[in-house]
């Protein structure tokens, strides 16, 4: 079962959900783990894809999109909108307004939600199918 973290925002700036999400990226690329992150399509995962180039001076965070190639690296973080391929299931930052597909199987989900209202029900609703699977989840507001 994997472990679930759901971080909410008291903003209502996807910008800012984006930003977050990105520290949170960088942050498992330091400690030397594969992260995969969910979106919920080609857009969407392009706009991350820029933003992690970005969202901070002196930043680096290698990354790519996952067009279901395997990569060559493995300490890479990958970007797409398919499953998380094998080798990128450690970690799974999820963007998407879905649950991960086989989410039983990944190693830890993180959540973001800010204070949109569509936002809001769409995590509202994966943290239903979770805790009907019997996972436990962490909450954090910040």
Not at 23 to 47: F, H, I, M, P, W
């Amino acid at each position: 079962m994997p472990d679930i973290s759901f971080y909410i925002l008291a903003t209502e700036s996807p910008q800012e959900r984006d930003v977050f999400a990105c520290k949170l990226v960088e942050k498992a690329y330091r400690n030397g783990v594969a992260c995969y992150v969910l979106t919920d399509d080609g857009g969407q995962s392009q706009r991350f894809d820029n933003l992690l180039w970005t969202f901070r001076a002196g930043s680096f965070v290698p990354h790519q999109i996952y067009d279901g190639q395997t990569p060559e690296f493995t300490n890479v973080t990958l970007i797409g909108h398919q499953s998380a391929p094998e080798g990128w299931q450690d970690i799974l930052l999820n963007l998407s307004t879905h649950c991960p597909e086989n989410f039983q199987n990944i190693g830890r989900i993180l959540e973001i939600l800010d204070n949109n209202k569509a936002d809001k029900a769409a995590g509202r609703q994966r943290y239903r199918q979770y805790r009907q699977a019997g996972i436990d989840i962490a909450t954090h507001k910040l």
